[in-house]
């Protein structure tokens, strides 16, 4: 901890002064151990540090949109052999949140955290959120303590009027955030083609049906 650090203070004297054990002082400044609010004023106290509870905006939330929950039927349904679903990942570091769906590829190490998306209110917001939750895969219960693995993402979007008009008013911005083509993304999925790297699949819903499309939708360029 930068505070403790800066008044050369050591484990012992701030867990001393916070009444705490020293053990489960540095389990909490290693960030493994969840303290209480009384102890985190009693740590900020020994510290001669100020403390607040602020409310952030979370990574996401959890699948509950009917057509989100539908989409991700559709995308589990059309992976192929060698990939492994998860849904409903939770992850804590370095955000807190829970990822729609992993798909793990165990042969390559790889797993690739999928968001989906019925509408985009938020385009910032969604491009961080998917962002900060690639990075916090490694705090899954999914991955190896040993930290080799590659991550990436996949942003699976319900094709409308409104996401269509967004892909072609924030092309540049999306492209950046996703580059990878769509057809590859969907044959990676689908025939077990390399993992082309962060991209966007797009699904189509017309009434009961629910389809994973081959390529981004008439008049899209984002992803061709």
Partial sequence: MRIRADGAASHGRVAALAGIDRS???RIEAGIANPTLETLVAIAT??????SVRLYPGAGPRLTDRHQAR???????SLGTDWNPHVEVPVSRPVRGVIDAVLERPAANLFV?????SELRRLEQQVRWSADKAASLGS????????RFEASRLLLLRS????????????????????AQAVDVVRALRDGAPWP???IAWIRIDGDRVDLLDMPPRGVRLGR
Avoid: Q
């Fill in 46 to 51: 020994a510290l001669g540090a100020d403390i």
């Fill in 71 to 77: 989409m991700i039927e559709t995308l589990l349904r």
């Fill in 24 to 26: 489960h002082y540095s």
């Fill in 197 to 199: 790297g962060p991209g």
């Fill in 113 to 117: 955290a999928a968001e989906a998306y």
């Fill in 140 to 147: 899954s219960d999914l991955v190896g303590h040993d930290g």
């Fill in 160 to 179: 409308t009027a409104a996401t269509r008009d967004l892909a072609r008013r924030f092309e540049v911005t999306l492209r950046a955030a996703y580059p």
